[in-house]
């Protein structure tokens, strides 16, 4: 565990953390320690919940590209194909 106070990362911090005691290395009470790591936590948390957020926005707008260039790449397929059968196509005219 890191002390959110002074940035120590022992297993002294994560022990007096578990038992109620301040950090051995800054004096941060253990109930202060752990205040601030939720507040980090509760951030953290809605920074992700927007990066999934948007992520999932552009996934569907991704989406929503892919089939209209499938629905394209559909049409010059057929135009093609019935170029190359030697039919013209009403459209083409």
């Known amino acids: 565990m890191t002390c959110p106070g002074c940035g120590a990362h022992l297993s002294a911090v ?6 109620g005691r301040p950090c051995p290395s800054c004096g941060l009470s253990a109930s202060a320690a752990s205040e601030i790591l939720a507040v980090r936590r509760s951030q953290a948390d809605e920074q992700m919940r927007a990066t999934a957020e948007a992520a999932v926005l ?23 194909k019935e ?5 013209v196509p009403d459209w083409w005219e």
Request: hydrophobic share 40%; glycine share 6%.
């Open 14 to 19: 994560l022990r007096a953390h578990q038992e």
């Open 58 to 80: 552009r996934a569907g707008k991704a989406e929503s590209e892919l089939r209209v260039l499938r629905y394209r790449l559909h049409c010059v397929e057929e135009a093609l």
């Open 83 to 87: 170029a190359l059968a030697g039919e």
